[in-house]
């Protein structure tokens, strides 16, 4: 369906057109006085100059041309020359009616449907999970939700990091804790044991104790880059060793995920890209994109608008050895040949822009990727605690992903339990529902450049804009559906949506209209936190209108059953935005 703005406008330059002035300054917009309008057009002041006319004659003009036509319940010219829209209510009602009969509420797949790869989650095998992790994985299933609802082909790579020196320090650890096991042995030539070494939990152990041991030992510090080296050329046994630290990583890793709702498509990984390395080096060398700088080999990326230096993006170090770069490239060139996508988002801290314009600059600069590909960073700022600083734990360690939605959902439970009859049961799973929703909605409310404050007592307030507060919305929509459904004389078949009777109501209504625009600005602004704006703006209005007007009450049957035909929509378009977000409702709280 075409977005009710766009109707509007296009009736108001077809104004501007018959009036003899140019079409494209009937452009509507939103009323910045919603005390005065719904809409208002600002074309006349902009037309003032091109006729040398008083812009209020210009509006008059428009307005006389336009008046007659039904969508408008009111439409005038007011000084200094703004055109001031008031919708009928007719018009609206039938616009919703429209949504309510179409399957994703009329909103159009976008015209163009690409191909886009969304890189997010980012986790490094073996190492813990930190805030940051956990952000880019809330961000980036959002917008593969919202980019896959808008018809757009999306896959989602979780990118692990599982080729870096982490890989190296357990497997050096592991060594002088354990020497005698067959990993170890240069000569062994029989199959490695199928059952890995250890568990998750010594996994976990192991690696914060190499890191801390590495920072202090320079002997440790150098073995674990040995084998970091060794690993990376081939040797059978470490890399048997990491097979396993890779199978029990991965298998914890999607436990946490699934427990917040996170699904990637792929789960490639660094080392997927290191067979690509060589070539690509070959060829950004032959091509004469890479020279040689201080011993390392290297490519300038640097622009002469930049504002800041852009330093050149190292391939390879003086030692041969590769990078982060080196790796994002050779990815690039997997990528392109796996999936020749339309775009890239990249979902990451933004303390790593650099590195991506590096990235980017070359991979575009060198022709890894075709010019017409779309590289994206979607840079997110970082999860602070109350102190404002990075959040920790308690007792001051980096929060792991599972405690914190403990935390957060033990929280919940507490308040659910303080003041409401509930099952146990039912109130432990109500809690976890309402607690994602608290987590994710309290992440994905803040511009995702913004730090934020991670702040438990806030994300679970019931009121005010946050998740659970919209919830508690659709819960109360479903109560009052479940009230309506056991009334005995009630219409039979869906009621229809009627042309608003009260000031709320319509407000409500025009509200509801405006889905399809909320999750496109999203989606081309990369910026689900609109989303979660619009469903805080709809709750208001929904609220508003519940205070104010009697449902459950109406005389009126067939008006009974028009608000109860509306409250399905404002759940659906609600329930349809939360499931974008990566959430979803209980049926009461
Ligand atoms: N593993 C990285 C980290 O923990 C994030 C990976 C982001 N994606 C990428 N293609 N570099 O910082």
């Not at 091109?50 to 008059?60: S, T």
């Not at 490239?329 to 590096?358: C, G, W």
């Not at 308690?394 to 439970?413: K, N, Q």
């Not at 803040?446 to 007592?457: G, S």
Request: hydrophobic share 40%.
């Amino acid at each position: 369906m075409k977005k009710l703005i766009d109707l509007i406008t296009e009736i108001t330059e077809q104004g501007f057109a018959d009036c003899g002035y140019e079409r494209n300054l009937g452009k509507v917009t939103l009323s910045n006085r919603p005390d005065l309008c719904e809409y208002q057009c600002n074309g006349a002041m902009a037309g003032a100059k091109l006729y040398k006319k008083a812009p209020i004659m210009i509006a008059g003009d428009v307005v006389g041309q336009i008046s007659g036509n039904e969508v408008f319940e009111e439409v005038t010219a007011v000084n200094p020359g703004f055109i001031n829209i008031k919708l009928s209510g007719g018009f609206v009602s039938k616009y919703l009616e429209q949504m309510d009969n179409e399957e994703k509420l009329g909103i159009c797949p976008e015209e163009k449907q690409e191909t886009i790869i969304i890189d997010y989650g980012g986790p490094n095998v073996a190492k813990p999970l930190h805030v940051g992790h956990l952000r880019s994985a809330i961000i980036g299933e959002s917008m593969k939700r919202l980019s896959r609802f808008l018809g757009h082909k999306v896959i989602g790579d979780v990118h692990l990091g599982d080729w870096g020196l982490q890989m190296g320090l357990i497997i050096e650890e592991l060594k002088e804790r354990q020497p005698e096991l067959p990993y170890f042995k240069e000569d062994y030539k029989g199959e490695y044991p199928a059952e890995a070494p250890f568990t998750i939990g010594e996994l976990e152990e192991i690696y914060p104790a190499a890191s801390a041991k590495s920072k202090v030992d320079e002997v440790f510090a150098k073995k674990a880059h040995d084998a970091t080296f060794k690993l990376q050329n081939g040797n059978r046994g470490y890399l048997a060793l990491w097979n396993h630290i890779l199978n029990v990583s991965v298998a914890d890793l999607k436990k946490n995920y699934e427990k917040l709702g996170v699904t990637f498509d792929i789960w490639k990984k660094e080392s997927d890209a290191q067979g690509y390395i060589p070539d690509m080096v070959e060829q950004m060398k032959t091509e004469g994109f890479a020279h040689e700088s201080q011993g390392a080999l290297v490519v300038d990326v640097a622009e002469e608008t930049d504002a800041k230096e852009v330093p050149p993006c190292i391939l390879l170090k003086s030692d041969g050895a590769t990078l982060y770069s080196t790796t994002d490239l050779a990815t690039l060139v997997e990528r392109e040949k796996l999936f020749a996508p339309d775009r890239i988002l990249y979902v990451v801290d933004k303390r790593q822009s650099l590195h991506f314009t590096q990235v980017f600059r070359c991979a575009k600069k060198t022709g890894i990727v075709r010019p017409e590909v779309k590289l994206d960073f979607l840079g997110f700022g970082t999860m602070n605690g109350r102190d404002g600083k990075p959040f920790k734990t308690r007792d001051g360690g980096i929060m792991r992903l599972e405690y914190l939605i403990r935390e957060i959902s033990d929280a919940v439970y507490e308040k659910i339990m303080e003041n409401r009859s509930m099952g146990e049961d039912e109130a432990k799973e109500t809690a976890k529902m309402i607690g994602l929703a608290a987590l994710k909605y309290g992440d994905l409310s803040n511009q995702a450049a913004k730090d934020y404050i991670f702040d438990v007592d806030r994300f679970i307030s019931f009121e005010g804009d946050t998740g659970p507060y919209i919830l508690y919305t659709i819960v109360r929509i479903k109560s009052i559906q479940a009230k309506y459904e056991e009334l005995e004389d009630k219409p039979t078949g869906k009621g229809r949506i009627l042309p608003a009777l009260s000031e709320s109501e319509k407000a409500l209504q025009l509200m509801v209209s405006r889905v399809q625009d909320a999750l496109l600005s999203a989606f081309v602004e990369q910026a689900p936190h609109k989303i979660c704006q619009y469903i805080y703006e709809l709750s208001n209005a929904f609220n508003r209108f519940y205070h104010e007007t009697k449902i459950m009450a109406e005389e009126d049957k067939e008006r009974q059953a028009a608000y109860i035909c509306l409250l399905g929509l404002v759940r659906r378009v609600l329930e349809t935005c939360i499931g974008l977000l990566g959430f979803e409702a209980p049926d009461r709280m």
